[in-house]
């Protein structure tokens, strides 16, 4: 059975920092890992998506790389904004089956 | 632009009555997911679904939870005789194939008085 564990559980840092989410999984027979953010009251907006042959995934600001092999995948996000303040969520998927979510890392990103 | 759409968004059930959840997927994509987010914990796959066909229902409860996605019209999540642990954020997720990226809802919040 697949867990995910996201660490930090809460972070809070002044706007323009660089900084990194940090996300284990248990089960390395991954087909792919989603990052997503989840605003309050909202659903999750989907931010990359790394396919289980690939490294990494850049889009924009965002940066995710993951190591299959043991396990981790790291979201790197450059110069930071208020605006993303949100929860981030990781999610290894089987292939074709549900994702496993993590309780997610809450992100404060003070103006 | 019609994303992934859920209704009701919010739905006030007393125990023992019915809930029923709907979901539309996006445009072109056939296959669904429902997900559970009970308060302070993390988001629990419930069902895997495609066109009339339940894939995979291993994070369903087994009793009083039901889902299904017929050949025209929304998926639906039905759980009967509502108790107040039902209460929760349920989410669908819909993909044009297994293993490809999900784009979720906005999430059903189920209140049970």
């Known amino acids: 059975k697949q867990e995910v564990t996201q660490i930090p559980a809460a972070l809070s840092v002044p706007e323009g920092e660089n900084l990194v989410l940090n996300c284990s999984f248990t089960?390395?027979?991954?087909?792919?890992l989603q990052w997503f953010r989840q605003d309050p009251g909202k659903g999750l907006t989907s931010l990359l998506l790394?396919?289980?042959?690939?490294r990494e995934q850049t889009s924009g600001r965002l940066n995710a790389s993951l190591d299959k092999s043991s396990g981790r995948s790291t979201l790197y996000i450059a110069a930071s904004q208020p605006g993303d303040s949100a929860t981030y969520l990781c999610?290894?998927?089987?292939?074709?089956?549900?994702?496993?979510f993590g309780k997610g890392t809450h992100l404060i990103i003070q103006p | 632009n019609a994303g992934v759409m859920q209704n009701p968004r919010h739905l006030v059930r007393r125990r023992g009555q019915e809930a029923r959840l709907r979901c539309s997927p996006m445009?072109?994509?056939?296959?669904v997911y429902w997900y559970r987010q009970l308060p302070e914990e993390g988001l629990k796959f419930m069902v895997y679904?495609?066109?009339?066909?339940?894939?995979?229902e291993s994070g369903m409860p087994k009793e009083r939870f039901s889902a299904e996605f017929p050949k025209e019209g929304p998926s639906i999540l039905r759980i009967q005789q509502v108790v107040r642990g039902d209460s929760a954020a349920y989410f669908c997720?819909?993909?044009?194939?297994?293993?490809?990226?999900?784009?979720f809802g906005d999430g059903t919040r189920l209140s049970i008085l």
């Open positions: 790394i396919q289980s042959s690939q």
């Open positions: 679904l495609q066109k009339e066909n339940i894939i995979d």
């Open positions: 445009k072109g994509h056939s296959h």
């Open positions: 089960d390395s027979a991954i087909y792919n």
């Open positions: 997720a819909s993909s044009d194939g297994g293993g490809q990226p999900q784009h």
């Open positions: 999610a290894p998927g089987g292939g074709a089956d549900g994702l496993t």
